[in-house]
């Protein structure tokens, strides 16, 4: 029973990108299904975050200080590139100030979970992987009110206080219980971990179901544009993060692991974020990059891989 389980659940993970695509094709086409499941958002991304939180180890933060140079790279570049693209991108093609400022929250926003497991798939160097996604998202509530107040400050008022709470309590905290009770009960645990990634595999896809029925109709109207910028957004966080480790002589492991992080955004958090503090439709962009950016790692990772078989 156990074995079939984990079989299950491991081919759930695996079709991470069908499942996303699956719900928010439904969502777009029976709107209806999903639109009265809002109050699911906020729970279900503490819940995303709290099984992060009990996948993590010890050591995963003790890589901060014995590779920290690599790790400081992959944070800045996070950090540095992906808020003011998102701000450039948003002002380049005239978006409106809740699109806007939908962009900038997806920019500022930590690495996600799909990172590590692009990450694997492209051979890329999986340990700093996991640690820069547990260290941005730990930074996360600090950062993320700061460069919104500073890049989406000039389209909407932004309320800095009530963002960093509610990171606090979406992203910190559930992370944190997590680790605690990882602690608390050892090893046993670990009967938990393999189906961990498949729960939050469906809550994710759920979440950005939500947001694509509620965006149902702008979507048609704004979809396009919308979706040029996400495109763009995370084709140049993959560029600059590759070329930023590869510039300053990283190896071709760790330049793949912070290409990845950088490009690959959490856009289910920025999706709950955006829809609790500024509406439904400034979540829009959060969706769209939800599914874009799979779509684009799983490619990226398939030209590494065969490069490397190749070569």
Not at 7 to 23: D, H, K, M, P, Q
Not at 77 to 88: D, H, K, R, S
Not at 102 to 107: L, S
Not at 275 to 301: C, D, E, K, R, T
Request: aromatic share 10%; proline share 4%; hydrophobic share 55%.
């Amino acid at each position: 029973m156990k074995r079939a389980l984990t079989s299950l659940a491991g081919l759930i993970t695996r079709f991470f990108i069908l499942w996303i695509v699956l719900f928010s094709a439904m969502a777009f086409f029976l709107p209806s299904a999903f639109r009265d499941l809002g109050f699911l958002i906020v729970p279900m991304l503490a819940g995303i975050m709290f099984a992060m939180g009990i996948t993590l180890r010890t050591d995963d933060f003790r890589r901060v200080f014995s590779r920290p140079l690599e790790i400081f790279t992959g944070i800045f570049a996070q950090y540095a590139v992906m808020p003011l693209l998102g701000f450039l991108l948003a002002g380049a093609f005239g978006a409106s100030p809740l699109i806007a400022a939908g962009v900038v929250i997806v920019g500022s926003c930590p690495g996600g979970t799909a990172s590590n497991v692009i990450t694997y798939l492209a051979r890329g160097d999986l340990a700093l992987s996991v640690t820069l996604t547990s260290v941005s998202t730990l930074l996360c509530p600090f950062l993320l009110p700061a460069f919104m107040y500073v890049y989406a400050g000039r389209w909407i008022e932004v309320p800095v206080t009530d963002l960093f709470i509610s990171a606090l309590q979406i992203v910190l905290l559930p992370v944190l219980v997590g680790v605690a009770m990882r602690k608390l009960v050892g090893k046993k645990s670990e009967i938990l971990l393999p189906f961990l990634p498949s729960v939050s595999s469906v809550m994710i896809a759920v979440v950005i179901g939500i947001i694509v029925a509620l965006n149902a109709e702008s979507i048609k109207t704004v979809g396009t544009a919308v979706v040029l910028i996400v495109i763009i957004h995370n084709a140049l966080g993959l560029a600059c993060g590759y070329l930023i480790a590869k510039g300053l002589g990283f190896g071709e492991n760790s330049a793949r692991a912070i290409s990845v992080e950088v490009g690959m955004q959490n856009s289910g958090l920025a999706a709950a974020l955006s829809h609790m503090h500024f509406g439904y439709l400034s979540a829009l962009p959060a969706a769209l990059f939800s599914i874009w950016h799979n779509i684009s790692g799983a490619v990226v990772a398939w030209l590494w891989r065969n490069r490397e078989s190749n070569g």
